[in-house]
């Protein structure tokens, strides 16, 4: 197989760099519209997705310190949007837990999400659309085989 030039390398890191961070923006102007962080809307994400967690268990995931997810949780229950509560069965551990106003606000940000991605995908064909999927899918899963190779060499000093 025919390996890409410098130059092809380089124009590909450049588009997809400033696809990023067009991307980010959009998204931090739609989260603005429903008044909400993208730390909160990742926190939000994990709590959909996963369930009730803890404080450690956000922080972990988020990659953010214990105390940045304290105050992010503090400043999303005054919204009503999480609570906190003992688990049943170790009154120790207190675990964050997503109320249905917060349910409800993710969805309906991922509905504005996907409105925005309809009308930027609209005008190509379905068969472009299905080939950078695929595209994007590879590219995904070899850029996360990569991490954990790299990972493993890090940690066995290989």
Request: aromatic share 6%; net charge neutral; charged share 30%.
């Amino acid at each position: 197989m025919e390996r890409p030039t410098p130059e092809a390398i380089l124009e590909t890191e450049k588009t997809l760099r400033k696809l990023t961070l067009l991307l980010r923006q959009q998204n931090r102007e739609l989260l603005h519209r429903f008044k909400i962080t993208p730390p909160q809307f990742a926190a939000l994400q994990w709590l959909y997705e996963e369930g009730p967690l803890t404080i450690g268990d956000l922080s972990a995931k988020m990659g953010l310190a214990c105390s940045t997810i304290t105050d992010l949780i503090d400043r999303m229950e005054q919204q009503g949007l999480v609570e906190r509560r003992r688990d049943q069965l170790d009154r120790r551990v207190v675990r964050v837990v997503l109320l249905a106003n917060g349910g409800q606000l993710f969805e309906d940000i991922l509905a504005a999400q996907r409105q925005q991605f309809s009308r930027i995908l609209e005008p190509y064909p379905p068969e472009a659309i299905d080939m950078l999927n695929r595209f994007l899918q590879r590219l995904l899963k070899d850029l996360q085989a990569g991490s954990s190779r790299e990972d493993d060499t890090n940690t066995t000093g290989k």
